[in-house]
T-cell receptor, first 113, second 111 residues
């Protein structure tokens, strides 16, 4: 079975550039989550969608971050403009229902220079 | 948000030893999950617990849902090098709420 697929696996870019992270959830899963992981703060929930609709974006750090889910099989997390403090590993996860155990992708390691 | 504290933060053990770690919360939880994250990969669900006192095994791993419903425990028996990674707990206050993740326990197994 295909798990959650994230791309790219690694991204290195200069500050000020736009960054787009992509996620394909597990087929049939109705909920999708974006997390950020750093050494200092651990796993932080940024935003989650249920049936393609954003439910809670209170974890999104600031207006530079935006997320979309145009259909059930695709989501993007965009940072514009990027800053060095955005460097982290970004994970996407999906679940059968909003409150069911989540299955994670392998993450995107983002470095902003 | 909910605070989940994992203990210990890190462990260095010899291959073959047993491992114990725990997760505590300030609130009563209805569901506990345990994940393992290998270096460079995403967390993988190991065990899910849904009832106070429940004891569930997955191979050499055993997890328990604490009776107070404010804690959970994970044990690994006869550790092997591939057990290396970060172990996360996650808890849910009730079935209508999101999961909160702990800070993780980093495990190193010395061959």
């Amino acid at each position: 079975d295909a798990g959650v697929i994230q791309s790219p696996r690694h991204e290195v870019t200069e500050m000020g550039q736009e960054v787009t992270l992509r996620c394909k959830p597990i087929s049939g899963h109705n909920s999708l989550f974006w997390y950020r992981q750093t050494m200092m703060r651990g796993l932080e929930l940024l935003i989650y969608f249920n049936n393609n609709v954003p439910i809670d974006d209170s974890g999104m750090p600031e207006d530079r971050f935006s997320a979309k889910m145009p259909n059930a099989s695709f989501s993007t997390l965009k940072i514009q403009p990027s800053e060095p403090r955005d460097s982290a590993v970004y994970f996407c996860a999906s679940s059968l229902g909003r409150f069911q155990p989540q299955h994670f992708g392998d993450g995107t390691r983002l470095s902003i220079l | 948000g909910q605070q989940l504290n994992q203990s210990p933060q890190s462990m260095f053990i010899q291959e073959g030893e047993d491992v114990s770690m725990n997760c505590t919360s300030s609130s009563i939880f209805n569901t506990w999950l345990w994940y393992k994250q290998d270096p460079g990969e995403g967390p993988v669900l190991l065990i899910a617990l849904y009832k106070a006192g429940e004891l569930t095994s997955n191979g050499r791993l055993t997890a328990q849902f604490g009776i107070t419903r404010k804690d959970s425990f994970l044990n690994i028996s006869a550790s092997i090098p591939s057990d290396v990674g970060i172990y996360f707990c996650a808890g849910q206050v009730d079935t209508g709420n999101q999961f909160y993740f702990g800070t993780g326990t980093s495990l190193t197994v010395i061959p």
